[in-house]
């Protein structure tokens, strides 16, 4: 059984940083990618980063967000730098096995519960 559970979200100040991690269970971790995605009230999730032998970053959060992995670990990290409040969002992490569409929500197979992230003006 997947279980993906994030931690360390919380209240920010803009200008702030933050990182949130997830661990990982069940899978292979180090033969898949990890993916970060997050979702603000009313909009559609969008992804934000994601990890494999390489990362990719959403346009929106390149150069602030850098997304990192201990594979002995089964983590992955996301640092958030100079936060925003347009930052603000639940911060999902993912696992595709297949790795085929890193970017979209679709293809992921396994997703956490989310943990929010709020950032005051």
């Known amino acids: 059984q997947v279980q993906l559970v994030e931690s360390g979200g919380g209240l920010v100040q803009a200008g702030g940083s933050l990182s949130v991690s997830c661990v990982a269970s069940?899978?292979?971790?180090?033969?898949?990618?990890m993916g970060w995605f997050r979702q603000a009230p009313g909009k559609e999730r969008e992804f934000v980063a994601a990890i494999n032998w390489r990362t990719y970053y959403g346009d929106s959060v390149k150069g602030r967000f850098t997304i990192s992995r201990d594979n002995a670990k089964n983590t992955v990290w996301l640092q958030i730098d100079n936060l925003k409040p347009e930052d603000t969002a639940v911060y999902y992490c993912?696992?595709?096995?297949?790795?085929?569409?890193?970017?979209?929500?679709?293809?992921?197979?396994?997703w956490g519960q989310g943990t929010q992230v709020t950032v005051s003006s």
């Open positions: 069940g899978v292979t971790f180090s033969s898949v990618t």
């Open positions: 993912a696992v595709t096995i297949l790795g085929r569409e890193v970017t979209a929500p679709g293809g992921y197979d396994y």
